[in-house]
């Protein structure tokens, strides 16, 4: 078995995992000692595909491989820290790095699902179900819970890991395309246009909602009024405006501007999340929200801008059939060089 064909494996392990772990709770008692293992197996699955596409891949595909990573590796400690941990310390501790853990992988994930997309390794109806599977599962567990959904005889736990099974069925598809054809595909420099870039996508989308949120009053998320530095006062109103009209001209203005945005924004989210914990500033339920809201955000945007920026920096990037014309014209002169010499 190559190299190749244990990454998928793992992956293909990892996803079941992540389905069945949550399904089989209450029925065997050790079952979520295996919960950190789906995370760590399925980065394998990750690190194939970056090894398949390699640099070629384009801006969506290195910041989703690199988001898609970090969510994967936080959901896998915070994992371990609801094991290891018990009471508010818990609470503290595995609430923001599994939000944290969850954005990034969901953003993560809609960027490979672009990247494979174009690579013909996803048709549409799979891309899309592959960006929509973390969230599905949520929203399942967060509405019906463990409730029976009524099908059939008995209590259908609903629980479903709708991404592990998407994780299962990509590793299938990408055992049947093999690692030379895939490192044969590249995107066209023009292939993105219509989406835009990484950078530009995540800055718009913070600076929105920051802008959106902060202008009704909901960040941080049920702050009380008259609170100094938090809910409704108007130093934290003004850095939400600001923050939020920053990542709009950002995107609009171009690539580098939306990734010094994402960067120099997302260490003033981090700088909001610790605020709350100066001494008297904000009651102790809030710093707790502060976080969850904050620190997810800021892993999105520190990731996407370093991750997808440090590769954008190096001048235009060429596309395969620039290469072969190259290449092509490279081999040409040097057949009439050696034409010219035997004369």
């Known amino acids: 078995m190559d190299a190749s064909a244990r990454n998928l494996a793992a992956a293909a392990v990892g996803g079941t995992l992540w389905a069945a772990v949550p399904a089989l709770d209450g029925t065997v008692p050790w079952v979520w000692s295996l919960a950190p293992l789906a995370p760590v197996l399925l980065a394998f699955g990750v690190l194939e595909c970056r090894r398949r596409y390699g640099d070629g891949w384009g801006q969506f595909g290195r910041a989703g491989a690199a988001l898609a990573g970090v969510g994967l590796a936080l959901l896998a400690v915070g994992a371990l820290l609801r094991q290891a941990l018990a009471g508010l310390v818990a609470v503290f501790a595995v609430g923001p790095v599994a939000a944290g853990g969850f954005l990034a992988l969901w953003v993560g994930s809609t960027f490979l699902a672009v ?147 994402n960067r120099a924004g997302g260490a003033a989210l981090l700088a909001l999340a610790a605020l709350p914990f100066l001494p008297g500033r904000t009651p102790f339920g809030l710093a707790f929200v502060d976080l969850v809201v904050y620190v997810p955000a800021a892993v999105v945007t520190l ?21 072969d014309v190259r290449g092509g014209g490279e081999q040409a002169d040097a057949e009439d060089g050696r034409a010219d010499r035997r004369r």
């Open 115 to 261: 990247a494979l997309r174009r690579a013909d390794v996803l048709g549409r109806p799979g891309a899309v179900a592959f960006v929509l599977a973390l969230p599905a599962s949520l929203l399942v567990n967060v509405f019906l819970g463990s409730a029976g959904l009524g099908l059939g005889r008995g209590v259908v736990r609903a629980s479903p890991g709708f991404y592990g099974l998407a994780w299962v069925g990509l590793a299938v598809r990408l055992s049947r395309t093999g690692p030379t054809a895939a490192r044969g595909t590249v995107s066209g420099p023009s292939a993105g246009s219509a989406v835009g870039s990484p950078q530009r996508v995540v800055a718009a989308l913070v600076g929105v909602a920051v802008a959106v949120l902060g202008a009704a009053g909901l960040l941080p998320l049920g702050a009380p009024d008259g609170t100094p530095f938090t809910g409704e006062s108007a130093p934290l109103d003004g850095v939400h405006a600001a923050l939020g009209a920053a990542g709009v001209l950002a995107a609009l203005a171009g690539d580098r501007y939306a990734r010094w945005y």
């Open 303 to 323: 990731g996407v801008g370093f991750a997808a920026g440090s590769a954008t920096g190096s001048g235009p990037q060429r596309s395969g059939a620039d290469d």
